[in-house]
Nanobody
Framework: QVQLVESGGGLVQTGGSLRLSCAAS????????MGWFRQPPGKERDFVAT????????TYADSVKGRFTIARDNAKKTVYLQMNSLELEDTAVYYC???????????????WGQGTQVTVSS
């Protein structure tokens, strides 16, 4: 198993930036594809970004492409989400997830963090 703990959320104004971190413990981190998802208030959880085991391949939701960057440091067992040019619509609880597949849906992931709140204000 792997345990995931997100951090770095908070309140930011539109146009600002935040960097989320997700620290993993337990089994070897590098065997997992890592993903970020988010759940806006009153809405379903949506895919944000995913990164391959080596970090060489990334995929983004259209809504964040060009603004968000996912990265990982396998030595530190940590995945990051750099969020720039934040918009009101980015307000959500952000979750990191670990899985064996290369999925864009929640069912592709086996382990989840507890989430971190990101609030973007005008």
């Amino acid at each position: 198993q792997v345990q995931l703990v997100e951090s770095g959320g908070g309140l930011v104004q539109t146009g600002g930036s935040l960097r989320l971190s997700c620290a993993a413990s337990g089994r070897t981190f590098s065997v997992y594809v890592m993903g970020w998802f988010r759940q806006p208030p009153g809405k379903e959880r949506d895919f944000v970004a995913t990164i391959s085991r080596s970090g060489s391949s990334t995929t983004y939701a259209d809504s964040v492409k060009g603004r968000f960057t996912i990265a990982r440091d396998n030595a530190k067992k940590t995945v990051y989400l750099q969020m720039n040019s934040l918009e009101l619509e980015d307000t959500a609880v952000y979750y990191c997830a670990a899985g064996q597949g290369a999925g864009l849906t929640g069912s592709d992931y086996d382990y989840w963090g507890q989430g971190t709140q990101v609030t973007v204000s005008s």
